[in-house]
């Protein structure tokens, strides 16, 4: 049995990072979506029997949570294009690795939708009666993708993604800081999966929490196709495009902030003067040797 895996794991196993990184990156945004999205047709499609807002919450929390320890260790575990692009700006991710990041992670969302829709299919038809629309009473499209509340205007809405997604990058900073208090090693996922819960009950008012460009564009898409129709891209005032721009540019501020506040006044360790007295005093011993031993061989 053991021969067996090393034999497969030789014949199977990739070498190239990137590749590995890019399906890392598309299984954690998958399994993102196939907790958060189905804790929210589990609600709706049960019609509130077998779930309420916490639940959602909940499972968003542990889907992403999850998410991040299927994919940490290999890419990082971003799950979202505003949390790859902000490693960019800082430094931390090398800017040809962020089209093949967002790439895994549209395409992990597409994939995960496609298996919630599965899993739900008979429910689906029986809730709607086989008439899937966008608004209105029975509407299921918000199962997949954010749509606005009445009160909110394009403004507000494109203020409240930025607000949102900078404080998930933000928190994403400080939890993976090791120069600050931080997360204890492992732990990391899950001070992720609570900020995703803070944010969720305290943002979620006015259009959900998409803050992932990934989360919202790609099963929004998926339902275009699905039967929806592209009514997903026109309702609310078109308003697909503002949960893909407003988390990225909050991922930009998130991180600016953090580093102006935070990282960039850390202190430098003193090892580099350490190490500059050691190598004199090394060169001072050294050269007394070198010295002795000279004086030695001519006095002989």
């Known amino acids: 049995?053991?021969?067996?895996?090393?034999?497969?794991?030789?014949?199977?196993?990739?070498?190239?990072?990137?590749?590995k990184e890019f399906l890392a990156e598309f299984l954690g945004t998958f399994i993102l979506i196939l907790f958060g999205c189905?804790?929210?047709?589990?609600?709706?499609?049960?019609?509130?029997?077998?779930?309420?807002?916490?639940?959602?919450?909940?499972?968003?929390?542990?889907?992403?949570?999850?998410?991040?320890?299927?994919?940490?260790?290999?890419?990082?575990?971003?799950?979202?294009?505003?949390?790859?692009?902000?490693?960019?700006?800082?430094?931390?991710?090398?800017?040809?690795?962020?089209?093949?990041?967002?790439?895994?992670?549209?395409?992990?969302?597409?994939?995960?939708?496609?298996?919630?829709?599965?899993?739900?299919?008979?429910?689906?038809?029986?809730?709607?009666g086989g008439v899937l629309i966008v608004t209105g009473e029975n509407a299921t499209a918000n199962i997949f993708a954010s749509y606005p509340a009445k009160h909110l205007s394009v403004l507000n809405g494109f203020v409240d993604q930025v607000i949102g997604a900078a404080a998930l990058i933000l928190c994403i900073l400080a939890i993976t800081d090791k120069k600050n208090i931080g997360a204890p090693k492992g732990m990391e996922p899950l001070a992720v999966g609570l900020t995703i819960l803070a944010i969720g009950v305290s943002m979620g008012l006015n259009c959900g929490y998409p803050i992932n460009p990934a989360r919202d564009l790609a099963p929004r898409l998926f339902t275009a196709v699905a039967g929806w129709g592209f009514e997903v891209f026109s309702a609310g005032n078109c308003w697909f495009w503002i949960p893909v721009a407003g988390p990225l540019v909050g991922g930009v501020v998130g991180a600016t902030i953090y580093f102006l506040l935070i990282e960039l006044h850390h202190s430098e360790p003193q090892r580099h003067a350490q190490d500059d007295n050691n190598v004199k005093e090394k060169y001072e011993i050294d050269g007394n040797n070198v010295k002795d031993k000279y004086e030695i061989v001519t006095m002989s």
């Open 1 to 19: 049995m053991e021969g067996n895996k090393r034999t497969m794991r030789e014949r199977c196993a990739l070498r190239k990072d990137i590749i």
């Open 38 to 128: 189905g804790s929210v047709a589990q609600t709706v499609l049960s019609r509130g029997a077998l779930g309420e807002p916490l639940t959602i919450h909940i499972g968003f929390t542990l889907g992403v949570m999850l998410a991040v320890y299927v994919a940490g260790g290999v890419s990082g575990g971003h799950v979202n294009p505003a949390v790859s692009l902000a490693m960019v700006v800082l430094g931390k991710l090398p800017i040809r690795k962020f089209p093949v990041y967002v790439a895994a992670q549209f395409l992990g969302a597409f994939a995960g939708s496609c298996a919630v829709f599965g899993l739900y299919y008979d429910a689906f038809m029986d809730y709607t």
